[in-house]
T-cell receptor, first 114, second 113 residues
Framework: AQKVTQAQTEISVVEKEDVTLDCVYETRDTTYYLFWYKQPPSGELVFLIR??????QNEISGRYSWNFQKSTSSFNFTITASQVVDSAVYFCAQRNTGFQKLVFGTGTRLLVSP | DSGVTQTPKHLITATGQRVTLRCSPR?????VYWYQQSLDQGLQFLIQ???????AKGNILERFSAQQFPDLHSELNLSSLELGDSALYFC????????????FGPGTRLTVL
């Protein structure tokens, strides 16, 4: 069975703080994909990153970085020097190969105050 | 802008009614997916079409149906609407069955009164 857990319901930080959003997944498949999506107040879902299960290299994109650890089934997302525009709900998702169903976590609402 | 379009943006209707939501995928994408986002259920996969054929079904009610047309646009039909069907309905698209990223449209917010 597939399951994605985002234990943090809401996080509040002050601008310029670093923040890490946690994601723990469950799957029986050995090959799978992990994703992060951002949902700003406007409501659309914005794709941020995809990670393959066979590639455990961490990734950095500007102020965003992702830490994938297969041993703990975690795919955490860190925003460095957060900004007010980062305020949104962030969803972690997982998909097995061959079947395009995305299983989402419940999301973490990030509030960045000036 | 993801390139996926959805109409209408908002829809308000009454219980028992039927509505149709429309989605146009990104140019070149053959797969279309429908998702429902509600407060109590979160983001749930409903159904996937690939090049006109149904490929996968998730938590889609029997009152709901979908199809993908030859021009690859898709429609989600919701009938005998109930208050609990009020939600944000997303369409997503990807290049093909084995593609990875799904790009989401802006969603249709359905309110059933």
């Amino acid at each position: 069975a597939q399951k994605v857990t985002q234990a943090q319901t809401e996080i509040s930080v002050v601008e310029k703080e670093d923040v890490t959003l946690d994601c723990v997944y469950e799957t029986r498949d050995t090959t799978y994909y992990l994703f992060w999506y951002k949902q700003p107040p406007s409501g659309e879902l914005v794709f941020l990153i995809r990670r393959n299960s066979f590639d455990e290299q961490n990734e950095i994109s500007g102020r965003y970085s992702w830490n994938f650890q297969k041993s703990t089934s975690s795919f955490n997302f860190t925003i460095t020097a957060s900004q007010v525009v980062d305020s949104a709900v962030y969803f972690c998702a997982q998909r097995n190969t061959g079947f395009q169903k995305l299983v989402f976590g419940t999301g973490t609402r990030l509030l960045v105050s000036p | 802008d993801s390139g996926v379009t959805q109409t209408p943006k908002h829809l308000i209707t009454a219980t028992g009614q039927r509505v149709t939501l429309r989605c146009s995928p990104r140019s070149g994408d053959l797969s279309v997916y429908w998702y429902q986002q509600s407060l109590d259920q979160g983001l749930q996969f409903l159904i996937q079409y690939y090049n006109g054929e149904e490929r996968a079904k998730g938590n889609i009610l029997e009152r709901f149906s979908a199809q993908q047309f030859p021009d690859l646009h898709s429609e989600l039909n919701l009938s005998s609407l109930e208050l609990g069907d009020s939600a944000l309905y997303f369409c997503a698209s990807s290049v093909g069955q084995e593609s990875d990223e799904q790009f989401f449209g802006p969603g249709t917010r359905l309110t059933v009164l």
